[in-house]
C-alpha cells in the first residue's frame, strides 16, 4: 500500500469510494462535478511554488498494491485566507451574589475566527471494506510527511475537526437546538453550504456570547464530543500531540483539535535517509519525491519499498518512526 497525491484518473475510483461515507460525511464530495473541481485544486496546489500560495488543498489517495484506492484524506491550508472560518470558543463566566449567598459558574459560548491562517486536517475517509492492517495510521499520518517534506507549503499551526455527536438517525442534538433556529434547513444542507461559503455563518448565527446552560440537556451534553466512527481518528491526532482547546465546530458542537506542526512527532521527527541507510526493524513512515512524485509507504524491507516507491537505492528518502 501506498499514499500519493490524487490524479484525475482517478476520478470515477473517487465517486465509488465517496458513495460509501455516511451522510454525516458531507467533507467528501459526492457528485463527479465536485470531486473532480477538488481533483484539479489539488493539482494545481502542489504545482506551486511557496511563495505563490494563497488557500490551498493538497488531496491524498490510498493506493492498495492492485491498484484499487481504499482512502482519502486532505490538507486545507490558510484557513480564512478569501472567508472566515468559525467556530465557537467556550469559557467560563462565574457571577456572585452576596446578599443571598449565591454563585453560578457557567459556560458561554462566542463565536470567534481564532484558526485564521491555520491548516486543517479533513475529508479522512476509509473504506469501510479495507479498515484494518495499518491503513488508517498510513493514511492519517501521510500528511504529516506530506508536511515534512514540503514545509514551506504549510503553516506552523495544524487543525482538525472532529466531526460532532448524532444518533443512529444522523440527528444532531447541537444543530436542532441551535444552528437550527437560525439557518432554518437541515444540518446537512447547512454543512455543506458552509463549504462553498462560510460567510452565511455570521450573517445568521447571534453575535452575543450564548450561555450553555440554556440549550436542552441533550445539546448540552455532546458539546465538545467526537462521533462515535470520529473516535479512532481522534485518538490517531492525539497520539501525535493534538489536544482539544475548548473550541467546538459550529454546526454539531464537535470538538476541534490543534497542535503546532513541528510539535508534531511525525513530523518533527523525520529525516533524511537513502534505501541503505533506513534503519531497518524500527517502524515507521518512508516518503519520496515532493509535489505529485510525493509518495509514503510503511517502512518493512528494502525490496518492498523499492518496488512500491519506485525508488533507487540513492534517492533522498524521508523517515520518520511511528510506533
Given at each position: 500500500?501506498?499514499?500519493?497525491?490524487?490524479?484525475?484518473?482517478?476520478?470515477?475510483?473517487?465517486?465509488?469510494?465517496?458513495?460509501?461515507?455516511?451522510?454525516?460525511?458531507?467533507?467528501?464530495?459526492?457528485?463527479?462535478?465536485?470531486?473532480?473541481?477538488?481533483?484539479?485544486?489539488?493539482?494545481?496546489?502542489?504545482?506551486?511554488?511557496?511563495?505563490?500560495?494563497?488557500?490551498?488543498?493538497?488531496?491524498?489517495?490510498?493506493?492498495?498494491?492492485?491498484?484499487?484506492?481504499?482512502?482519502?484524506?486532505?490538507?486545507?491550508?490558510?484557513?480564512?485566507?478569501?472567508?472566515?472560518?468559525?467556530?465557537?470558543?467556550?469559557?467560563?463566566?462565574?457571577?456572585?451574589?452576596?446578599?443571598?449567598?449565591?454563585?453560578?459558574?457557567?459556560?458561554?459560548?462566542?463565536?470567534?475566527?481564532?484558526?485564521?491562517?491555520?491548516?486543517?486536517?479533513?475529508?479522512?475517509?476509509?473504506?469501510?471494506?479495507?479498515?484494518?492492517?495499518?491503513?488508517?495510521?498510513?493514511?492519517?499520518?501521510?500528511?504529516?510527511?506530506?508536511?515534512?517534506?514540503?514545509?514551506?507549503?504549510?503553516?506552523?499551526?495544524?487543525?482538525?475537526?472532529?466531526?460532532?455527536?448524532?444518533?443512529?438517525?444522523?440527528?444532531?442534538?447541537?444543530?436542532?437546538?441551535?444552528?437550527?433556529?437560525?439557518?432554518?434547513?437541515?444540518?446537512?444542507?447547512?454543512?455543506?453550504?458552509?463549504?462553498?461559503?462560510?460567510?452565511?455563518?455570521?450573517?445568521?448565527?447571534?453575535?452575543?456570547?450564548?450561555?450553555?446552560?440554556?440549550?436542552?440537556?441533550?445539546?448540552?451534553?455532546?458539546?465538545?464530543?467526537?462521533?462515535?466512527?470520529?473516535?479512532?481518528?481522534?485518538?490517531?491526532?492525539?497520539?501525535?500531540g493534538f489536544r482539544f482547546e475548548n473550541q467546538v465546530d459550529v454546526f454539531d458542537g464537535g470538538p476541534c483539535l490543534e497542535a503546532r506542526r513541528m510539535d508534531i512527532p511525525v513530523v518533527r521527527g523525520a529525516a533524511d535517509a537513502t534505501l541503505a541507510t533506513l534503519p531497518y526493524g524500527q517502524p515507521g513512515l518512508v516518503s519520496?519525491?515532493?509535489?505529485?512524485?510525493?509518495?509514503?509507504?510503511?517502512?518493512?524491507?528494502?525490496?518492498?519499498?523499492?518496488?512500491?516507491?519506485?525508488?533507487?537505492?540513492?534517492?533522498?528518502?524521508?523517515?520518520?518512526?511511528?510506533?
Amino acid at each position: 500500500m501506498l499514499v500519493r497525491p490524487c490524479r484525475q484518473e482517478d476520478l470515477d475510483a473517487l465517486i465509488a469510494l465517496a458513495a460509501k461515507a455516511g451522510r454525516g460525511l458531507t467533507t467528501v464530495p459526492r457528485t463527479t462535478e465536485a470531486m473532480a473541481a477538488r481533483i484539479d485544486a489539488s493539482i494545481q496546489s502542489f504545482a506551486k511554488a511557496a511563495n505563490t500560495l494563497t488557500a490551498e488543498t493538497y488531496m491524498l489517495v490510498l493506493e492498495e498494491d492492485n491498484g484499487d484506492l481504499s482512502g482519502i484524506s486532505a490538507i486545507y491550508t490558510n484557513l480564512g485566507y478569501d472567508q472566515p472560518f468559525y467556530s465557537y470558543r467556550l469559557s467560563r463566566h462565574a457571577a456572585v451574589a452576596p446578599e443571598i449567598n449565591v454563585r453560578a459558574d457557567v459556560s458561554v459560548m462566542s463565536l470567534v475566527n481564532d484558526f485564521h491562517g491555520y491548516a486543517e486536517l479533513g475529508t479522512l475517509f476509509l473504506d469501510p471494506d479495507r479498515r484494518g492492517g495499518g491503513r488508517g495510521t498510513l493514511l492519517s499520518f501521510s500528511r504529516f510527511m506530506l508536511m515534512a517534506a514540503m514545509p514551506d507549503q504549510f503553516g506552523d499551526h495544524i487543525m482538525a475537526e472532529m466531526r460532532g455527536w448524532t444518533d443512529d438517525q444522523g440527528r444532531s442534538p447541537f444543530w436542532e437546538a441551535l444552528g437550527r433556529k437560525f439557518f432554518h434547513m437541515e444540518f446537512a444542507d447547512a454543512d455543506a453550504l458552509s463549504g462553498i461559503s462560510n460567510r452565511f455563518i455570521a450573517d445568521l448565527m447571534p453575535k452575543v456570547p450564548i450561555y450553555t446552560a440554556l440549550l436542552p440537556d441533550d445539546a448540552q451534553a455532546v458539546i465538545g464530543k467526537t462521533h462515535d466512527q470520529t473516535l479512532p481518528a481522534r485518538r490517531l491526532l492525539e497520539k501525535q500531540g493534538f489536544r482539544f482547546e475548548n473550541q467546538v465546530d459550529v454546526f454539531d458542537g464537535g470538538p476541534c483539535l490543534e497542535a503546532r506542526r513541528m510539535d508534531i512527532p511525525v513530523v518533527r521527527g523525520a529525516a533524511d535517509a537513502t534505501l541503505a541507510t533506513l534503519p531497518y526493524g524500527q517502524p515507521g513512515l518512508v516518503s519520496a519525491g515532493t509535489a505529485q512524485a510525493f509518495r509514503v509507504m510503511y517502512a518493512a524491507d528494502s525490496g518492498t519499498l523499492a518496488k512500491g516507491l519506485d525508488i533507487s537505492d540513492t534517492e533522498p528518502l524521508l523517515f520518520s518512526p511511528i510506533g
